[in-house]
């Protein structure tokens, strides 16, 4: 199936996390390149993380994130995760130690009900007049390892997509189809996705199925070149900077796919999502007792995760100030 990649991305460049531990938040640069299979201009759908090179000259988007009407947003959101490639075959159950799939699984079993998801909740859909806030949700309701069904060279102008990976795990009933549902595929090292450690370090997007339209997002194992998509390349909070840096990815485009799932509900004036505006910038963090960095602790690990956009104040941060409303409050309304 084809897809529709838009790199747009504010961040911040490598150095800042090793010359401002204290305080990664510098003003970051972005921009958007188009890849194949783009037929349509702005607004689109698959906005990609781009890697810390390619992104550190452009600016930061134009403006504040401001809702478009019409647009819908995923409100109770589930996640559906499909490791990809060589990864151990009980990815799926993996809790604990420094595996990439047990510090993954471990992160996203904390991520419905943290203070950092909570973000979304400021994100809503108006239809028929009436406002819809996302929830503070994000329970994993599937999981698969897939071997390669797809063939380990995906995005190719000319070959198997991302999509055919979910679209082969729905139509195999390997996971069920969920219209409020984000599909993960997450990559191996042994896959080669195009653009992945050179252009981009992940994107969302969705298409259309006659029961519904998915939104999936593609995260890849990025071992092979650390500097390109992890902040932290010679230690990590958990001891395993790839995997790191793939939980900072995901919940980059985890909270974009729910607020913006089909490029049309939440962007500023240069097509920059929520997430886009603070890539690669993580405000305050603090040193680990393994030396590296981390802003954040979900269930019994910390991390490393980039910021995101409240829409209510259109700034970057790590959680909701504890003066500001839910979505559940009447003063959102």
């Known amino acids: 199936m084809n897809r529709k990649k838009v790199a747009v991305f504010a961040v ?15 003003a970051a640069s972005a921009g958007h390149t188009r890849h ?3 037929t349509s201009f702005y607004p689109t759908a698959g906005k990609s993380t781009p890697t810390i090179a390619s992104a550190a000259s452009v600016a930061a988007g134009l403006g504040a ?5 019409g647009g819908t947003v995923i409100s109770q959101p589930n996640i559906y995760v499909i490791w990809y490639g060589n990864w151990p075959t009980n990815s799926c159950s993996q809790e604990n130690g420094s595996s990439t799939p047990a510090i993954v699984n471990d992160f996203l079993g904390s991520l419905g009900e943290s203070d950092w998801n909570k973000i979304n ?3 809503y859909q108006l239809l028929n007049g009436k406002k819809t806030f996302v929830q503070p949700t994000a329970d ?6 897939d071997t390669g069904s797809q063939g380990l060279t995906l995005d190719s102008d000319t070959g198997a997509q991302v999509s055919d990976v979910v679209d082969n795990a729905l139509s195999t009933k390997s996971l069920k189809t969920d219209p409020n ?14 653009d992945f450690m050179s252009l981009l370090c992940a994107y969302h997007y969705f298409y259309d199925t006659p029961q519904t339209t998915i939104k999936y997002a593609f995260i890849g194992d990025a071992s092979a070149n650390l500097a390109s998509c992890a902040p932290q390349v010679s230690n990590s909070p958990n001891g395993n ?6 939980v900072s990815v995901i919940a980059h485009e985890f909270v974009e796919a729910v607020s913006d799932p089909i490029g049309m509900s939440w962007y500023d004036q240069a097509g920059f999502e929520n997430a886009d505006k603070c890539a690669w910038t993580y405000g305050k963090a603090s040193k680990t007792a393994n030396g590296s960095f981390a802003n954040m602790t979900m269930g019994d690990r910390q991390y ?7 829409a209510n104040t259109n700034t970057c941060v790590l959680a909701l100030d504890s003066g500001e409303p839910d979505q559940n409050s009447s003063s959102h309304m």
């Open 12 to 26: 911040a460049v490598l150095t800042t996390v090793l010359a401002q531990p204290m305080a990664l938040s510098q």
């Open 36 to 38: 194949a299979k783009i």
């Open 65 to 69: 994130v401001t809702y478009q009407p």
């Open 121 to 123: 909740t400021t994100y």
């Open 140 to 145: 994993v309701e599937g999981c698969i390892v």
């Open 181 to 194: 549902g984000v599909y993960l595929v997450l990559t191996a090292s042994n896959v080669n996705v195009t």
């Open 241 to 246: 900077p790839a995997a790191d840096a793939m």
């Open 304 to 310: 490393l995760i980039q910021q995101n956009v409240a």
